[in-house]
């Protein structure tokens, strides 16, 4: 079976797996073309913005505009933009959709008519994303796929009965209410021993800020953010409509860190209340809730726990899976 992917964001290829430059996006694709790749009988091509054509993994990545179009595809999936079919030929087109989109979004970047035209199914990463993905946007069939951190995540070596700091994380972009969490962690900090607040650049630390010990972390390679999730108690993030799946907060949850959020967009998929964290329901709670588990050890190795008893138990083998199954439904 030959499947071809579409992306046209930044240039990247499968060895930038590890590069502080992807966002969850990028590394989706990644790890979703290594694991077709191992399949018998499958042959994997990725176009997007890499200038150079380049075998990596068994998987052909090439540069997006040197496209053979006598060569046709089982099936094509595209990334994000439904224009990026245009010439491009298969009898079956997905578009694997990162975004909730409006249909007054969809339709002002150019993306109906294309629709129309190429009438592909949606690939959607979760419940809340199925949800609120609009019926004319989505009109050819949806289909739920859920994503899963990369294996160096799964296979990191946890001790369980290690507890951190009381150090916080928010490895999220900052425009997804992290000003929200910034307002709620006046009360965190005056409640809790040395708490600090570390957060993805990049944001502005106000002088009021840093006196809370609110850090900027620094944004190195995977091996860096591994590290920093390893070295924090708990992460915080309150969560955002634009978050239709938060691969921060999953790969937080592999490392066995604690979630606390308000549930906002896809987070309440993230966390199973009272047992792998907490899911506020307003600010107050969500204060409250960091502040009991900073402060009670016992309450954070019994989460710590329940996390390290469900490790592993999504990762990208199970994802290529049920990728397989909606290409052959």
């Not at 999220?172 to 962690?185: E, F, M, P, Q, Y």
């Not at 409640?191 to 957060?199: E, M, R, T």
């Not at 070295?231 to 937080?252: D, I, N, T």
């Not at 900073?294 to 954070?300: E, G, M, R």
Request: net charge positive.
């Amino acid at each position: 079976m030959k499947i071809f992917f579409l992306e046209n964001s930044i240039s990247f290829n499968a060895s930038d797996i590890n590069s502080s430059k992807l966002g969850g996006t990028e590394k989706t694709l990644i790890n979703i073309s290594n694991e077709l790749a191992k399949k018998i009988d499958f042959e994997v091509k990725v176009f997007n913005k890499n200038k150079f054509k380049q075998v990596i993994n068994n998987v052909e990545w090439n540069y997006i505009d040197y496209y053979d179009d006598n060569i046709i595809p089982d099936v094509l999936i595209a990334f994000s933009d439904i224009n990026l079919f245009k010439n491009y030929k298969s009898d079956k087109k997905f578009l694997w959709s990162h975004s909730i989109q409006s249909l007054e979004k969809f339709i002002r970047k150019k993306q109906f008519v294309s629709y129309l035209k190429h009438q592909p199914v949606l690939i959607l990463e979760g419940d809340y994303h199925y949800k609120n993905r609009h019926l004319l946007t989505s009109f050819f069939g949806k289909k739920i796929l859920k994503l899963a951190p990369d294996y160096d995540f799964i296979n990191e070596e946890i001790d369980i009965n290690f507890i951190p700091d009381n150090n916080c994380i928010f490895t999220t972009k900052s425009d997804r209410n992290l000003k929200v969490l910034t307002n709620a962690w006046n009360k965190i900090y005056s409640s809790v021993n040395n708490a600090k607040l570390y957060v993805n650049p990049p944001f502005n630390i106000t002088n009021n800020m840093s006196n809370q010990n609110i850090i900027l972390r620094e944004k190195g390679d995977k091996k860096r953010l591994i590290d920093d999730l390893k070295k924090s108690k708990l992460m915080l993030v309150p969560g955002h409509k634009g978050e239709v799946f938060c691969l921060a907060a999953e790969e937080a949850r592999e490392l066995c860190i604690p979630i606390v959020t308000m549930g906002y967009g896809s987070l309440y998929e993230r966390v199973i209340h009272n047992e792998t964290g907490f899911i506020a329901k307003n600010e107050n709670e969500f204060i409250n809730f960091s502040i009991n588990l900073l402060n009670d050890n016992n309450l954070f190795l019994k989460f710590k726990r329940n996390l390290f008893n469900m490790r592993n138990s999504r990762n990208y083998s199970n994802v290529a899976d049920d990728l397989i199954k909606i290409i052959n439904n």
